[in-house]
């Protein structure tokens, strides 16, 4: 899972926020610090590429559908929640679409869904140490 822009920042914030235990070291202190800047790098990379590769993937599900013969839906919102609640109603529909040409043996077309599959998750990769 890659975890959207808003999740990140709620992380950095929860860490931010929580006491440190009675018992807590310069180890744990370390460790905390460092799990912040690894939500600090996430959320710029999130932030760089969020919106455009959920508006991608979006569009790419919907003209497959579309190329299929299925009715698309279009969304103007483009706020992360509605972004990935459409993205969420698409991705239910291009299961059902490989379900049924895995059903039809229909290879060409399950070899497209394939692909799309590959370069979503593609699209969608955070690195931890970006370079």
Do not use: C, F
Request: charged share 25%; proline share 5%.
């Amino acid at each position: 899972m890659t975890p959207a822009l808003p999740d990140i920042l709620i992380g950095q914030a929860v860490g931010l926020t929580t006491p440190l235990p009675p018992e807590a070291g310069l180890d744990y202190l370390a460790g905390r610090a460092g799990l912040l800047a690894m939500l600090a790098t996430l959320a710029a990379q999130e932030a760089e590429k969020g919106v455009a590769t959920r508006v991608w993937e979006n569009q790419a599900i919907a003209a497959l559908l579309t190329r299929t013969g299925e009715e698309a839906e279009a969304t103007a919102d483009l706020s992360w929640r509605a972004l990935d609640a459409a993205n969420a109603r698409l991705r239910r529909r291009l299961v059902t679409l490989h379900e049924a040409a895995e059903a039809r043996r229909d290879k060409a077309l399950q070899t497209e869904i394939l692909q799309l599959y590959v370069d979503m998750a593609a699209a969608r990769r955070l690195e931890l140490m970006p370079g």
